[in-house]
């Protein structure tokens, strides 16, 4: 072989790790969308009053979850939620790949039958309550090591709140 061939295998070569490459981006944007919009971010804006005046709040001065939930805004948690259906269903007893998502709130944790769930989730004893359901949804891998849902996490508090007013409300 001479130097042309070689050429042509070492670029098809990379060629093709490049369009796998491309493949797993674009399928991980469709699936779980861009959650980087906060980085760099370390201050939060409040309204004063009425006025246009604004104070930097540190980031450990943090509003309860439950308060952000009471707050919450259904109609955002359901566009969120576009990023759970692809493997998440709200109806009762329709699973897809993951268990079904209707009255998730206080429901034990893996307890939907004929579902099978990761060892870590059935490790995990309690129930589905706002303040637990918003911990997994921050970071499924670390709240619970070892799970089999492939899911980066919800960095943004709000949104959290919103999808689980949103799961609330569509639970009944």
Known sequence: MDTMEWTKIVGGLCGSLLVFLLIQWGTESIYHGSDHT??????????LDN?????????????????LVMSGDSAKG????????????????????GPHLFKIIDRDVASVPDFDYSNALLEIAGKWDQESLANFLSNPKKYAAGTKMNFSGLKKAKDRANLVKFLEENSN
């Open 38 to 47: 906060d980085h760099g971010e370390h201050y939060a804006s409040q309204k």
């Open 51 to 67: 006025n246009s005046e604004t104070t930097e709040l540190d980031e450990s001065t943090e509003i309860p979850f439950i308060e």
């Open 78 to 97: 359901k566009k969120v939620f576009g990023k759970c259906k692809s493997c998440h269903k709200l109806a009762d007893g329709e699973n897809g790949i």
